[in-house]
């Protein structure tokens, strides 16, 4: 009797899933208005960590790659993740695989070289492992962003449901922890009690 709804915001936006009878205005309107910026994340497999030991992560201003971050859960590899949104997705994701690695390692080389040792992370290089999601027509980028003409109300208006038959749920449903994991569970906790609320009197 009831559907909870989680597709991203270009899924709904790329017109792959359409709606009989269609979305009320305001909740139309909302989705026209909220962005999902481009996103590409990548997975790098080292032989030996060349950063320092107490390295979490790091944001890289006017690089190729923004930002990296510690993914390791074993001793025997060392992984390391890229990631980038926006426009640095755009630039990353016109690569080949090959113009993309060195893209990255040149730029980890650069940023982690010693005195005597210029290619730390080339030497160290084992695999890479390459998520696009923009590329993917079920997702169609990251998270939702901030827009100005977007605010509480507008996504408020997305998380509302449909004639207790349709129950709205994901990040960009979610008015104050959007663009957060945080915010998607939180939003289809709250899309269970609504289902739970109009259909348990």
């Not at 944001?59 to 949104?85: H, R």
Request: charged residues 20%; positive net charge; contains cysteine.
């Amino acid at each position: 009797r009831t559907i909870v709804f989680t597709p991203s915001v270009s899924v709904v936006k790329s017109g792959i899933i359409t709606f009989s009878p269609p979305l009320p205005y305001r909740k139309s309107k909302s989705y026209k208005l909220t962005r999902m910026e481009p996103c590409i994340k990548i997975a790098l497999v080292f032989h030996t960590r060349f950063v320092p030991d107490d390295f979490q992560g790091i944001i890289c201003a006017n690089c190729p790659v923004p930002e990296f971050w510690d993914s390791s859960s074993t001793t025997n590899e060392f992984v390391l993740m890229a990631y980038a949104t926006s426009s640095s997705a755009v630039l990353l994701s016109r690569l080949s695989m090959l113009e993309l690695q060195h893209t990255i390692l040149r730029q980890l080389d650069r940023m982690f070289r010693k005195d005597c040792f210029d290619t730390p992370a080339t030497n160290s290089y084992c695999n890479m492992m390459v998520q696009d999601w923009t590329k993917d027509k079920y997702i169609g980028g990251c998270y939702s962003s901030p827009v100005f003409s977007l605010g509480e109300k507008e996504r408020n208006d997305m998380a509302l449901p449909m004639n207790h038959t349709i129950y709205f749920a994901g990040e960009a449903t979610s008015a104050t922890r959007y663009m957060t994991v945080q915010g998607a569970m939180e939003s289809g906790s709250r899309a269970a009690y609504e289902i739970i609320r109009d259909h348990t009197r």
